[in-house]
């Protein structure tokens, strides 16, 4: 790319609104004002043609009717340019200035701000490098009190950048080359012509605070007229499917906010704490019993056991999970909880009527390890649906021996959760979530049975009330990483 700049006036001698100042050969395309209101759009082609003539008197400037249409539909590019979804107006501009074989592309859109039908207009202006497809510079400029003055300003910023290229450019060419350091440059800069401008406008700002503007919808009618267009469909130039791009299009966000949510879970490291009560397996029953001889009082028949019955408790939950894929996320588990063991100690003499026994009551901590399946679909959404399964390893609490009785160990279960429930991101760190479900058991050992001896008429036998177990909870996860990116 070569230009030349033939100097007439210098910068800092204030010329004239409308006096040219130098000419670049640069091809320049200013694309057509997007209106942020149909009512504007009268306002902004006003506008646009009365920029692209002062750029005609200093630049190599390429006029939109030159441009290619999109010959299929029937639409040129003007068309193209009012009907650029929200946020994508640079994305639009740079479209054409790829098919104007251009240069350099400026282009606007034009909104009021906040105050009703007297508030000032301003412009939301975009220089774009076509030759890198990279954004340079966006800044606003307000259109009052002198409108002249801002589209000069417009035009001598623009001339600034392309001085700024040059240097840049100069910077690249040298052995060492920094790209940090280069990009640093490029932002100096852009700060310094963007304070130019500003000192000679008297306001530029870096975004405009205006009224919200309802946006149509992109119907998939409208998308599917691509099919037969022989240019590249706007889908596959952003790496989605249609359905995707149809999303996208109405969500409002930009392009790089809707990859990043696309990543979603990702390579993700996510820590997860949560709290909640239910009921379920998770209480024991322990029985021993002794038979003594009725001569010589020695102990001829012992019967323990230790079963798992079901009962209310409070439980805890950490669990640690890696993102596999956007939606799915798999996961390490420990958990608590709490419970109760009854425990019903009994010695009877052989021959004589049996007495019986109080029971006494002990609390108990239990504590549950496994794995875990998350899946989290919605992710462009804050509030999302989430289904949660895995199966986990429960043990229960032993009995140590005693007088006459030997050490009963603890029970285990096998269990199988189903854990629907749903979340919410209050930032994107932090995720507040909710889960109510079921732990069904698969296996183990849920009674521990030790018998030595007999005499016993009737020896104590497991009652076996227990069943599956139920569970809600409520928690905080917290996302880190990305720990790596799958393609």
Known sequence: MIWVVVPVLAWGQDPAPDEPTTFTFDQVLVTTFQASDASLQAEANRLHAALTTRFQQTHNTIDMAEVQGFQVHDYGPDVYMRGCPPGEYPGCALVLGQRALSDWVVGA?????????????????????????????????????????????????????????????????TPDADEAAIEAARRQLMAGYLEELEAELGQVVPSPDLEPVDTPKVTKEEL?????????????????????????????????????????????????????????????????????????????????????????????????????????????????????????????????????????????????????????????????????????????????????????NAPTLMLWSVLPGGEFEASPLVTIFTRAGVDVPLGGSPTIELSNGEGMTAPPAPSGQRGPGWILQTGVQVHLGPLFRLP
Not at 136 to 141: I, S
Not at 153 to 167: C, Q, R, S, Y
Not at 271 to 299: C, D, I, K, M
């Open 224 to 408: 599917s007229q691509f099919d037969d267009d022989a240019d590249i469909p706007p889908w596959e130039r952003t790496g989605m499917g249609q359905r995707e791009f149809l999303r996208y299009s109405n969500s409002g966000k930009d392009l790089d906010t809707w990859r990043r949510e696309g990543r979603g879970r990702t390579g993700e490291l996510v820590l997860r704490v949560a709290g909640g009560f239910g009921g379920g397996p998770w209480h024991q029953n322990y029985v021993a019993q002794l038979l003594r001889s009725g001569t010589t009082l020695e102990p001829i028949h012992t019967v323990q056991f230790v079963e798992v019955i079901n009962g209310a408790t409070a439980t805890g939950e950490l669990e640690v999970g890696v993102g596999v894929l956007p939606v799915l996320e798999l996961s390490v588990l420990a958990g608590m909880h709490t419970g109760r063991t009854t425990l019903a100690v009994d010695e009877d003499v052989e021959g004589q009527p049996a007495i019986g026994s109080n029971p006494t009551v002990t609390s108990i901590n239990t504590y549950h390890y496994g794995l875990r399946a998350t899946l989290a679909p919605w992710v462009h959404s804050r509030a999302r649906p989430t289904i949660t399964t895995g199966v986990s390893l429960w043990t229960g609490a032993g009995i140590p021996a005693g007088n006459n009785f030997s050490r009963v």
């Open 109 to 173: 859109t034009l909104a009021q701000e906040i105050g009703g039908d007297d508030a000032p207009h301003v412009l939301n202006v975009h220089v774009l490098d076509v030759t890198s497809a990279r954004e340079v510079t966006q800044f606003t400029v307000p259109l009052s009190p002198d409108e002249n003055a801002a589209l000069q300003g417009i035009v001598h910023l623009f001339a600034d950048v392309l001085e700024g290229a040059a240097t840049l450019r100069d910077m690249r060419m």
